[in-house]
């Protein structure tokens, strides 16, 4: 089925003076405009495109790739201001539109801000919201600790870092997680630590249990590869050293080494770890 406001494989049919027109399926005739056709595309030919509406509400396709599609987060910037609402800059030729009735606040020129984008049911226009809450922790969580997880960090609070969970849920890094700074819109990897009793989510930038010997190793593997196969930090350094080096605690960057010693991958040095070629 042809999806608005996704990536679809499609068709082309016929060759005209405006362009390509491409099978929609369900959704007919689409159109990919001259400017984006090449020699290669004949009748018969598929081509991957982005499918949403013109500034005219008529179906289109493009072959650029918007910064989010439909039913996703993403965190962008205000380009204009209008009687009807903010318009985003999310990397196609026609803006973003947050309604008024979808900002949390005013939105202004210039400012980026969290939104989520979804497909209008009346309109078949692709619009957005900055009323995240009502898009996130609809379901029970169905995560399991441990589990790795794309993250998209929203803000912080006194405890720690907010961020959405595989675009479907929040969740919470404490602060004593964090070994680095964390920007809001910025997108990382993380772990589930634990889900509470009222379905609220912790969260790790860390590897747990054996995934976390087996992840701080190969990052310490990276690490030695980089520095020409030695780095100064041994079981006598300082976690505060240990961490600015490796950005890992000196619990996990023990058990990681003594694993990789194991393995006989590392030798373990007076004044520091060599990697064994």
């Known amino acids: 089925m042809v999806q608005i406001g996704k990536i679809n494989q499609l068709t082309v049919t016929e060759i005209s003076q405006f362009g390509a027109f491409l099978d929609g399926g369900n959704l007919g005739k689409i159109l990919l405009p001259k400017r984006y056709t090449h020699s290669g595309i004949k009748p018969g030919t598929t081509q991957k495109v982005?499918?949403?509406l013109d500034s005219d509400d008529r179906l289109v396709a493009t072959t650029e790739t918007p910064k989010v599609m439909i039913d996703r987060f993403a965190f962008l910037k205000v380009v204009a201001v209008t009687p009807v609402g903010a318009f985003l800059d999310w990397g196609l030729q026609k803006d973003l539109l947050v309604p008024f009735r979808e900002q949390k606040q005013k939105m202004q020129e210039g400012h980026s801000y969290l939104v989520y984008t979804y497909l209008d049911d009346a309109t078949k226009r692709i619009v957005a919201s900055a009323k995240i809450d009502k898009f996130l922790d609809n379901v029970s969580p169905q995560f399991q600790p441990g589990e790795k997880v794309?993250?998209?960090?929203?803000g912080s609070t006194n405890l720690g870092v907010k961020a959405i969970i595989n675009?479907?849920?929040s969740g919470l890094i404490y602060n004593d997680e964090i070994n680095e700074a964390l920007n809001t819109g910025q997108r990382i990897?993380?772990?589930i630590k634990r889900i509470r009793e009222d379905d609220k989510i912790d969260l790790s930038l860390?590897?747990?249990g054996i995934n976390a010997i087996e992840e701080n190793a190969r990052q310490l593997l990276h690490k030695l590869e980089q520095n020409s196969g030695f780095l100064p930090v041994t079981d006598?350094?300082?976690p505060q050293e240990?961490?600015?080096v490796l950005k890992m605690s000196k619990k996990?960057?023990?058990k990681a080494a003594g694993s990789l010693y194991k393995q006989k991958k590392i030798n373990m040095e007076k004044d520091g770890i060599r990697l064994i070629r």
């Open 252 to 254: 996990a960057f023990k």
């Open 236 to 238: 006598h350094s300082s």
């Open 189 to 191: 990897t993380g772990y």
């Open 242 to 244: 240990i961490k600015l």
């Open 150 to 154: 794309d993250l998209l960090i929203i």
């Open 167 to 169: 675009q479907t849920h």
């Open 50 to 52: 982005f499918i949403y």
């Open 206 to 208: 860390s590897a747990i």
